[in-house]
């Protein structure tokens, strides 16, 4: 049973809750950025319908008071009965990892294409917020970064799938107001993926490509009050919106700070982009033996060898009303204090 209080508290965003139409329907409400929004959702006497493979392992959000509706992206039938009646559908879920592109596509193309036919069959829901990612813009070229309307040009499967499934949502124009976020690197509590850096720098030794790379980051509450901001603020809808702090992080100074949030001193060591390439290829293979919790794939390794994963966030930011944020170093702060009350570190 989940006994923290939630990270976003429902009383510091009480104009965006009291926007939102319930009943709230959410995909991915178990997982990293999910949990922490049921959380301030049920926190604030809502009772989201969260879609779930199996209710007897709710992970981050046992105990919460929500409405389980078992099921998956890929069974109609679940997610007809997950909108049926709903006011807010907040789509979350996704494919972060995977041995090939069907995969990517399955699971965030399709997977959003079923639950959008559903919407569209639905004659309750009022507002669609699909949490998207930077990946489907792509990289940058510049430091300032890729802005919503700049020309997506993804590089990864990963990317691919989730711009395909953009272009998915983009049919409910003149049905269902919709909105598109598109966060960056996310961090924080209950993270697995940024988590490796800790992880790394916990051992004193945190290896990343070499040459001059910038990125923007985002931390999770920070990046649950957007996605409230979408669900029940003001913002115009059929737009898509940038996440993230404003200014973007040189990645060798960003680990630096990272490991001085924890108190820890790590040699930062820069590898040729060959040595991580060929660490993707390996990792892929190992998904295709089964070995799904490797990190490092062909497609994670063409996404961390590419030049700036920046993103120009600040005309977004003051549209969804979202004036203030967490700084990288604060949050790595708290990201360490949890995970090592988790026992997760050292």
Not at 91 to 114: I, M, Q, Y
Not at 168 to 173: E, F, G, K, Q
Not at 252 to 276: E, Q, T, Y
Request: aromatic share 6%.
């Amino acid at each position: 049973m989940a006994t923290d209080p939630p990270l976003v508290p429902p009383a510091s965003v009480a104009d965006r809750l009291e926007g939102i139409r319930a009943p709230v329907a959410l995909t991915g409400g178990t997982g990293f950025v999910g949990s922490h929004l049921v959380e301030t959702l049920c926190g604030a006497g809502l009772r989201p319908r969260v879609l779930v493979r199996n209710p007897r392992t709710p992970r981050w959000i046992a105990g919460q008071p929500v409405e389980w509706i078992p099921g998956s992206l890929d069974e109609q039938e679940a997610l007809e009965r997950l909108v049926a009646g709903a006011g807010t559908v907040i789509h979350l879920a996704g494919v972060l990892r995977a041995g090939s592109d069907a995969e990517f596509e399955r699971g965030n193309r399709e997977g959003t294409r079923s639950l959008v036919r559903a919407v569209e069959r639905s004659a309750s829901v009022r507002r669609f917020v699909y949490v998207s990612s930077l990946a489907a813009a792509g990289p940058s070229s510049s430091i300032e970064g890729v802005g919503p309307d700049v020309e997506p040009r993804p590089i990864s499967a990963y990317g691919r799938s989730k711009l395909a499934a953009e272009n998915v949502v983009r049919r409910l124009d003149g049905k269902v107001p919709w909105l598109i976020l598109r966060p960056p690197a996310i961090y924080g509590p209950r993270d697995t993926d940024v988590f490796q850096f800790f992880r790394l720098a916990a051992s004193h030794f945190i290896p990343i490509p070499a040459g001059d790379r910038w990125l923007t980051v985002a931390y999770v509450a920070d990046v649950v009050r957007a996605v409230l901001a979408a669900a029940g603020g003001d913002a115009p809808v059929g737009r898509i919106y940038h996440l993230g702090e404003p200014e973007p992080y040189r990645l060798a100074a960003m680990v630096r700070l990272l490991a001085a949030a924890g108190g820890v001193r790590a040699k930062v060591v820069p590898l040729p982009a060959s040595v991580l390439t060929l660490a993707g290829r390996i990792g892929s293979g190992l998904h295709g033996l089964g070995m799904h919790r490797v990190a490092m794939t062909r497609d994670k390794a063409r996404e961390l060898t590419a030049r700036h994963w920046t993103a120009a966030t600040r005309e977004s930011l003051e549209t969804l009303r979202l004036s203030e944020w967490v700084d990288f170093s604060d949050g790595a702060a708290l990201s360490w204090a949890w995970y090592r009350v988790q026992g997760w570190l050292g």
